[in-house]
């Protein structure tokens, strides 16, 4: 059997909402939801949060191991395999540090495809009118066996014979898909990642994991039925919050 750990990148500089990690959300830090749902999840034998500030550090000590990283790390993924060089251990997988509602089987689905796949990631289909055309909502198309064809900021496929409808009319037309920014890595190939330069395909999109395809790491493509629910402002504290009294 694999052994897989959790990693959770967490910054607290933030350009749109500061100490995000530790905005309170129900009475528990950010973080600490992230954590707690992480810690569900059935595949992974720990679950980590690498931090380049002490306060982040300070806050996760009751609730998980904390790792403290390099503070220049140029991204995330970088700041992942800091943390990977450090534990033995077959796989990893990232998990965004602003999501307090991901599912723990979607993380399962994600580290079961690490069986077959040096690398992994999850989507989901595009149901709202208003995500078809958003620039921050990347899609995805894959190929017959799983795999990631391409990620892009714009909508693809392009419908030729319907690009003159309407976008809800093109959404029930053909079955786009909206990734799902969770990633799972076999460490040896995580490692491997870091040391390619940034791509083309990666600085024209900014899309990280471009640079995996770019450079011949094929991208296992779980679908699911989650949507991720991030906190990117303040004010989206109180929607999350809603949420969690709902569920």
Not at 122 to 151: H, W
Not at 182 to 198: D, E, S
Request: net charge negative; glycine share 4%; with cysteine.
């Amino acid at each position: 059997m694999m052994k897989i750990i959790g990693i959770i990148p967490a910054r607290y500089a933030s350009t749109r909402f500061p100490g995000k990690p530790l905005a309170l959300i129900a009475g528990k830090p950010l973080i600490q939801h992230v954590v707690e749902r992480c810690q569900a999840a059935k595949s992974l034998s720990e679950v980590i949060v690498a931090t380049d500030d002490t306060r982040i550090w300070e806050a996760t000590q009751n609730f998980c191991t904390t790792e403290m990283t390099a503070v220049d790390h140029p991204s995330g993924t970088d700041r992942l395999a800091e943390v990977a060089e450090r534990y033995a251990c077959d796989a990893v997988i990232n998990i965004q540090g602003d999501e307090p509602l991901i599912d723990p089987a979607v993380i399962d689905s994600v580290a079961a495809a690490l069986t077959n796949a040096e690398m992994s990631t999850a989507a989901t289909p595009i149901r709202e009118v208003e995500e078809y055309d958003n620039p921050n909502v990347v899609k995805v198309v894959v190929n017959s066996g799983g795999q990631a064809l391409y990620f892009s900021r714009r909508t693809i496929p392009y419908l030729r014979d319907a690009a003159n409808r309407s976008a809800k009319e093109q959404l029930a037309a053909f079955p786009f898909l909206k990734h799902i920014g969770i990633y799972g890595y076999r460490r040896a190939t995580l490692l491997r990642l870091v040391k390619f330069p940034v791509s083309a395909l990666e600085a024209a999109e900014k899309l990280e994991q471009l640079r995996a395809l770019e450079n011949g790491i094929p991208i296992a493509v779980v679908r699911v039925v989650y949507d991720s629910i991030g906190v990117d402002l303040p004010g989206d504290v109180a929607r999350v919050e809603k949420l969690l009294a709902q569920a």
